[in-house]
């Protein structure tokens, strides 16, 4: 006789405790969106090549999410769980990679270490959703996600408030070239707080453990796996895919190509809008400085004017860190919020109001010449995120089968990096050939493909029935 599992309502503090280890993972996310590609720059690489050099995270995402997701829900130790093993995993690694990033002294070193950095938060990241999936009922989950859009908020707000902090606090500049040393103290917090935050959730939350029917099925299922069983368990998956998800994947497609963009292009439009700073004045500065590093006689008011370029520069990604920082604090402010908006208005009119006012936020940003007043599109920016990190993953949960929500919180996971796989391949030439190597150009682009990917939502039609 099969029995059906009974998910029990969880308190509001056993949501927190278990969301807690999103924090850790979300604070590296906030460093390699705000800090990864100025230390790119640090070490001399242009502006066209960011996409390419970012290449890690699609990649990552495309193989390690989907691929941890179809081996957790197939795993089960009754010491450790199912899932909490790999975000453990991840989160150990992640936690290294972060400690040795600024100590990179060449490009090639902080790509290398970027590879690793993503892989291990793929790893920890996707079976944290399905965690959250496996552990509350229907009618608690978007607010298990929308906690986890909170913790994503509190994360990435202290990444980016670190770097503005130490940049402006605790100094150490670049004029001699190199990465400064406030970076080092950003990245020496995220390694504590990612290991810290995740060990904190796998010590106050026991997973579900599985019914005797579910243990034979696991039992039988490792009798007849082979090394590609992971593998046809995805594109199982894929095939089967319901509707709901395939109209997710056209959302995502602009969404995460327009953040891509955004994170990417959002120091070189500071320097340009705010600082008056463009990237050959930037690559002249530093061969300025090279040379008299190098003994090379040049003239005094030139090295100065170099160290003046590259202060600003420095200036640039500390207000990248605010700007970043202060969208999260709304993120970790709304998240929340947007709880009882999803439940009167619906999810996805939620979702679409919230994708239509970032992309117009969005946009204002290259006309805004005040490093104060720019912060107010920032305010849309968060609402934007929050609902971007919560509500989907509640719109199309209902539609997931049970059993395979591990793999398919990574096939959600594949629209993510898809996009963004596109971008990394695709944008170089698009912003040398189309947008006149104009950063400010990229961000207004980038406010229009958020309401391009709203409209997308409409097409959306959420089911109710849920599978057990």
Known sequence: MTTKKIIPHLSFWQIWNMNVGFFGIQYSFGLQQTAVNPIYTFLGAHA????????AGPITGLLIQPLIGAISDKTWSPKWGRRKPF????????SISLFLFPFSSAIWMAVGLLWIL???????????R????????????????????LFVGAGITLANLSLFIFQKYLGGNASGGGIPVWVYYSFFLGSFCSI?????????????????????????????????????????????????????????????YALFCYWQFITPMLKLSLYGISESDEQKAG??????????????????????????????VGQTGLMNGSYNIVTMISALLLVPFAKKFTS????????????????????????????LPMVALGIGWASIMGLPYSMVSPSIPSKKRGVYMGVINMMIVIPMLLQTVSFGFIYKTFLNDNPSLVIVLTGFLFLIAGACVMLMKPEEKKYE
């Open 87 to 94: 975000f453990l995993l991840g989160a150990i690694f992640c």
């Open 348 to 375: 996805k009119n939620t979702y679409i109001f919230c994708l239509c006012i970032t992309g117009f936020g969005i946009m204002t940003l290259p006309f805004i010449k005040n490093e104060y007043l720019i912060l």
């Open 287 to 316: 061969k300025i400085i090279a040379l008299a590093k190098s003994g090379v006689s040049v003239a005094e008011k030139d090295v100065s004017w170099a160290k003046n370029v590259l202060h600003i520069v420095e200036v640039a």
């Open 48 to 55: 066209e090549q960011l996409p390419i050099l970012n290449l």
């Open 118 to 128: 993503d892989a291990a938060n793929n790893t920890a990241m996707e079976p944290y």
């Open 130 to 149: 399905a965690f959250i999936a496996d552990k509350l009922p229907h009618e608690q989950q978007t607010f298990g996600f929308q906690m986890q859009s």
């Open 196 to 256: 810290a935050s995740v060990v904190w959730s796998v010590y106050r939350t026991p997973e579900i453990p599985p019914s005797d029917e579910e243990l034979e099925e696991l039992r039988k299922f490792k009798e007849g796996s082979t090394f590609f069983t992971p593998f046809i368990e995805i594109f199982s998956a894929i095939r089967d895919m319901p509707k709901l998800l395939w109209q997710l994947a056209l959302v995502y497609l602009f969404q995460w």
